[in-house]
Every structure is written in structure tokens, then in C-alpha cells.
């Protein structure tokens, strides 16, 4: 069963620093695609940054140049560097996880890819 736990989230000012982890069980994450997903209140939930199983990354216009997506094999955990941030990143944040086999293409940020979530980790940056 696959079980994936997000945790890192909190209250930073605009300008701060958050680092996200996701860690992951019943799967091993060198051989998923996995991603971020973020939603806020009254939005649709949109992808912010994932990497397949051959390590390429997609990111959303919004955050490049300002989240970092990485996997720890070792660790089987995700994480998502976020610097910068912004008052518009404030979002409930989840992984997301699917099988995709090495040398296939997958459209990383789509919601529809992920059929394995975690319940998320709440981000607030404040003005």
C-alpha cells in the first residue's frame, strides 16, 4: 500500500525560505513519477514542479527560478526547495506519486498523471 507524508510546512514572511519533504512507503521512488501539487482556497489545485523516473523536472512559470525539486533514492523522499516566496504561494501543498517507466514521457504537472497523493502540508507566507 502505498502511503506518501508531506511535512515542512509553515508561516514564513515574504522573501523567506520552506523546504518541503515527502516521504514515501510501498513504492520505490526512483521508478514513480512524482510531483508537487499546491491549492488554495477557492482555486483549482495546479502542479508546481515534478520529476520523472529518468530525473527530468517540469516547473510551473510561477515558481522557476524559485523551487527546486529533488529526490533522496536512498531516503525514498521527495522534497521541494521553495525560496523567494511570495504572499501567492500560500497554499496547502501535496505529493503526488504514479508509476512511469525510465525513457517514457509523462506530462508531470497534470493532476490526472497521480493516482497516489498524501493529505498535504499547509505553506502560509505573509506580506
Known amino acids: 500500500q502505498v502511503q506518501l507524508a508531506e511535512s515542512g510546512g509553515g508561516s514564513v514572511q515574504a522573501g523567506g525560505s520552506l523546504r518541503l519533504s515527502c516521504a514515501a512507503a510501498g513504492l520505490i521512488i526512483s521508478q514513480y513519477c512524482m510531483a508537487w501539487f499546491r491549492q488554495a482556497p477557492g482555486k483549482e489545485r495546479e502542479g508546481v514542479a515534478g520529476?520523472?523516473?529518468?530525473?527530468?523536472?517540469s516547473y510551473a512559470d510561477s515558481v522557476k527560478g524559485r523551487f527546486t525539486i529533488s529526490t533522496d533514492n536512498a531516503k525514498n523522499t521527495l522534497y521541494l526547495q521553495m525560496t523567494s516566496l511570495k504572499p501567492e504561494d500560500t497554499a496547502m501543498y501535496s505529493c503526488?506519486?504514479?508509476?512511469?517507466?525510465?525513457?517514457?514521457?509523462?506530462?508531470?504537472?497534470?493532476?490526472?498523471?497521480?493516482?497516489?497523493w498524501g493529505p498535504g502540508t499547509q505553506v502560509t507566507v505573509s506580506s
Open positions: 520529476i520523472d523516473s529518468d530525473g527530468k523536472t
Open positions: 503526488a506519486a504514479h508509476y512511469c517507466a525510465r525513457g517514457t514521457w509523462w506530462p508531470l504537472l497534470r493532476t490526472g498523471v497521480y493516482n497516489n
